[in-house]
Nanobody
């Protein structure tokens, strides 16, 4: 069993920064792969950034160079540092985990992630 709780969302102007956090409780064996996903109103949920126990970090093209995913296993937190935010980054951001997938697989396999948080809202104004 695993619980994921996101925090750090908010409203900022374009060009600003935010850092999202995902607190992890439960069996870390279920977190071999973790990632951040987002869903804008009226759109499908999409992968933003993923990482796995092998150390791979995979990013959606739309966020490369602006977002950084990192993981603190000691404190059981997954982070998403976001810089140079754009209005099109506005969405509900979700933390997710899976015991088997790799980071590459997970980015494009939203439905395959086993565990999900409830999300944190990010709103970017122009």
């Amino acid at each position: 069993h695993l619980q994921l709780v996101e925090s750090g969302g908010g409203s900022v102007q374009a060009g600003g920064s935010l850092r999202l956090s995902c607190a992890i409780s439960g069996d870390l064996a279920n977190t071999a792969c973790m990632g951040w996903f987002r869903q804008a109103p009226g759109q499908e949920r999409e992968g933003v950034a993923t990482t796995d126990f092998g150390g791979s970090k995979i990013y959606a093209d739309s966020v490369k160079g602006r977002f950084t995913i990192s993981r603190d296993n000691t404190n059981r937190i997954l982070y998403l540092q976001m810089h140079s935010l754009k209005p099109e980054d506005t969405a509900m951001y979700y933390c997710a985990a899976d015991p088997e997938m790799t980071a590459i697989q997970a980015l494009g396999a939203v439905a395959g992630m086993d565990y999900w948080g409830k999300g944190t809202l990010v709103t970017i104004s122009s």
